[in-house]
């Protein structure tokens, strides 16, 4: 039995052969865990053979990886004690919400417990769940600082988590070092969505210093909403000149570079002509209030 335990944990190593469906049942004291918090519930029986995926659903065939439920006996003794960060980025209406929710929902089905977090300045939708722009939703923590997330849950079902998804990532000051810890330290698989530019194509909060720390990091587009080629970046379509402004189509619109050229320039000309058109009218109010006071 042994030199059979041996081999298995060695095919585990050189991960080449797939397990049988007897590795992926849950043991007994997690279920509870999985099924009465507002983790993500696996199913009872996940599928016979689990692939690992980069963190959205690409046509190309990414490597097939057998992946044994993270909390299986046998895993556990060759399961790595890292974890791993993967990061979803793009401008606007590019899928990444979609991506993350995808990945979280394989990692379910792998049996894995899955817990969901997003900012909570991010109140489109509500704050219990995280939705992308085509209404699909997963329940989720809404926290305004990632570092509460361990409390919010408590140690104990934090310990037995194996995957954190994070959306809304831009607006998480401490995600460099959240990340970090969860990954280097607490085993964690961390998936995170998050812009990677302002409405001014500038570096948005901490998105894109964890790349350095990443595994993986997969830019998406959407589609020009002008012309229909790939849109990169994200046009703000009103006035407002803080970085900060929460909004979906009614604010923003994906475009590509010869669009976002445009549309900034036609942005810029209407600041100016408005700031004219109001510099006037004060300098008429101040002329006719100077005649109308004159003695
Ligand atoms: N111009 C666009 N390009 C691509 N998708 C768009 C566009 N406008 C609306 N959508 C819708 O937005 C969905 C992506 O939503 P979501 O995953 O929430 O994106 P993100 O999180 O990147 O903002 C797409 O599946 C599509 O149905
Ligand atoms: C470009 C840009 C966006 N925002 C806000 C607008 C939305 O509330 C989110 C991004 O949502 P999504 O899930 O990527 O669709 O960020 C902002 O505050 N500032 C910006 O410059
Ligand atoms: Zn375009």
């Known amino acids: 039995m042994n030199s059979m335990r041996s ?66 006996p046998l895993l556990m003794e060759s399961r790595s004690p890292f974890g791993e960060i993967h990061v979803i980025l793009g401008p606007m209406f590019a899928g990444k919400t979609t991506a993350l929710l995808r990945r979280m929902q394989d990692e379910v089905d792998c049996g894995r417990s899955v817990a969901m977090v997003k900012s909570d300045r991010d109140t489109r ?3 219990d769940s995280v939705v992308t722009h085509d209404g699909m939703k997963m329940p989720c923590f ?76 997969t830019k998406l587009t959407a589609w020009c909403e002008i012309c229909g080629r790939r849109a990169f970046f994200t046009l703000r379509k009103t006035n407002e000149t803080l970085t900060e402004l929460i909004g979906g189509a009614d604010v923003y619109m994906p475009v590509c570079r010869e669009h976002y050229v445009d549309g900034q320039v036609a942005i810029e000309a209407t600041r100016t002509i408005l700031a004219v058109r109001s510099s006037t009218l004060a300098q008429s109010e101040v002329i006719n209030g100077g005649e109308s006071g004159a003695v």
Do not use: W
């Open 7 to 72: 081999i298995i944990i060695m095919a585990m190593r050189s991960r080449l052969f797939p397990f049988p469906p007897s590795f992926h049942s849950p043991p007994p004291h997690l279920l509870p865990l999985i099924q009465s918090s507002p983790l993500l519930r696996s199913r009872a029986q996940p599928p016979p053979l689990c692939l690992a995926r980069s963190p959205f659903r690409s046509s190309s065939s990414c490597p097939a990886v057998a992946v044994l439920g993270a909390h299986d």
């Open 125 to 127: 939708y509500g704050l």
């Open 142 to 217: 809404a926290l305004s600082e990632l570092s509460s997330f361990r409390d919010k849950l408590g140690t104990e079902a934090y310990d037995k988590l194996n995957v954190i998804g994070i959306d809304e990532a831009q607006f998480f000051e401490d995600l460099y070092d959240f990340c970090c810890n969860a990954a280097d330290h607490d085993g964690k698989i961390v998936v995170v969505a998050g812009l990677d530019g302002d409405y001014l194509r500038k570096s948005f909060g901490s998105v894109l210093d964890i790349v350095p720390l990443a595994d993986s990091v």
